[in-house]
Structure formats: structure tokens, C-alpha cells
């Protein structure tokens, strides 16, 4: 069985700031992670996944995230902050194999000021 | 190149009756799942389809049942609907079981009064 924890509901950055928004996981078997953003009225976008191989994994719009075994943490950064990144947050876990059955976390809302 | 589409977008239904929601895959696509997203909540998957045959299953009641068509399209029918069957329902299509991406529609949302 596969969990997902994102710490903060809610998090609020200046524009240029960097962007961090934490998740940690729980899986019983090597883990697929993904990072999902939702704009709203809208569906899922895939930012990035990690399945192997390297563990600082690079996405769309200068997001990447770092699987970290030892923490079962899949933190999702920007080290620039831009208006058009406010929006949900979703990040998921599935188990090797399933990719398609994807558990998610409850989400994290990035709200992004002047 | 079209994206996932699903229909209708918004529906009002009330308690007890049912509902049928449809989706069609991204072209090259073979498998389609379902996901029910409660306001404030993340997705949780309900099923997956792929060879026109339900292959995984989520924690969610026999009144939740699908099908696939075989040019991979799928259907969401919900029968005996409940309030708290209110919801954002996302299809998602990926190539193959295993590793494929899943792509995203944009939803059907559910209000059941």
C-alpha cells in the first residue's frame, strides 16, 4: 500500500522566491513519485516523475524534485517564484508497475504575491 | 493532436438516480482510469480499464462501474447517487499498464442534491 503526505495546505511566496513544497511518502514496494499541478476548472498536468535512475529529476517550467529514500521525501522546488505558478499542487505515489493507479496526496495551494 | 476529453463538464442530479460519464483518450492511448476528486481533496482512483476489461480497482462501492469501448473510449456509471457522490470525476489515459504517463482531461463535476 502506497501513502502521501504534503505538509502544508497552504503556502505563500513573494515573486522571485524560491519554491519549496514538501512531500513524503509511504510505499511498501520502490515507488514511483510524480508532481502534478491543477490550475483551477481545470485537469492534472504532469510537472515531473521519478520512476529510476537519477534521483534530482527535472520538469516543466523550472520545477525539479529530489526522491530521497532515506527521508521518503520527494520535495518539489523553483528557485524563482512567477505569477503564473500559483495553483494546486498534487504530489502521488504508485507502486512499480502501476503507474496508472496513482495515490495522491491532499495537495498543497501556492499563492504567489507581488 | 486532441487531449483527453470528457463530457458532459457540469451535471446536476439528484439523490438516487443515475449517472453516466464519458471519456475518450488521448490519440494512441490505450488505457483509461478514473479518478473522483472531492472539494479540497486530492484524486482517488476508482478503476482502470484497459483491453475493454476493469484491471485494478479502488476502494470505491459496486454503484461505481465502467466499460470500454474498443476504440478505447470508456464510460463512469454511478447508480443509487449519493450527496456525497459530489465530485470532480477525471479520466486519465496512458499507453499500456505499467509505466505510461498519464494525461489528464478536464473533468466532469458532479453535484448530486
Known amino acids: 500500500a502506497q501513502s502521501v503526505t504534503q505538509l502544508g495546505s497552504h503556502v505563500s511566496v513573494s515573486e522571485g522566491a524560491l519554491v519549496l513544497l514538501r512531500c513524503n511518502y509511504s510505499s511498501s514496494v520502490p515507488p514511483y513519485l510524480f508532481w502534478y499541478v491543477q490550475y483551477p476548472n481545470q485537469g492534472l498536468q504532469l510537472l515531473l516523475k521519478y520512476t529510476t535512475g537519477a534521483t534530482l529529476v527535472k520538469g516543466i517550467n523550472g520545477f525539479e524534485a529530489e526522491f530521497k529514500k532515506s527521508e521518503t521525501s520527494f520535495h518539489l522546488t523553483k528557485p524563482s517564484a512567477h505569477m503564473s505558478d500559483a495553483a494546486e499542487y498534487f504530489c502521488?505515489?504508485?507502486?512499480?508497475?502501476?503507474?496508472?493507479?496513482?495515490?495522491f496526496g491532499t495537495g498543497t495551494r501556492l499563492q504567489v504575491t507581488l | 493532436d486532441a487531449g483527453v476529453t470528457q463530457s458532459p463538464t457540469h451535471l446536476i442530479k439528484t439523490r438516487g438516480q443515475q449517472v453516466t460519464l464519458r471519456c475518450s483518450p488521448k490519440s494512441g492511448h490505450d488505457t483509461v482510469s478514473w479518478y473522483q476528486q472531492a472539494l479540497g481533496q486530492g484524486p482517488q482512483f476508482i478503476f482502470q480499464?484497459?483491453?475493454?476489461?476493469?484491471?485494478q480497482r479502488g476502494n470505491f462501492p459496486d454503484r461505481f462501474s465502467g466499460h470500454q469501448f474498443p476504440n478505447y473510449s470508456s464510460e463512469l456509471n454511478v447508480n443509487a447517487l449519493l450527496l456525497g457522490d459530489s465530485a470532480l470525476y477525471l479520466c486519465?489515459?496512458?499507453?499500456?499498464?505499467?509505466?505510461?504517463?498519464?494525461?489528464f482531461g478536464e473533468g466532469s463535476r458532479l453535484t448530486v442534491l
Open positions: 486519465a489515459s496512458s499507453l499500456g499498464l505499467a509505466t505510461g504517463e498519464l494525461f
Open positions: 480499464y484497459y483491453e475493454e476489461e476493469e484491471r
Open positions: 502521488a505515489v504508485s507502486g512499480t508497475g502501476t503507474a496508472s493507479k496513482l495515490t
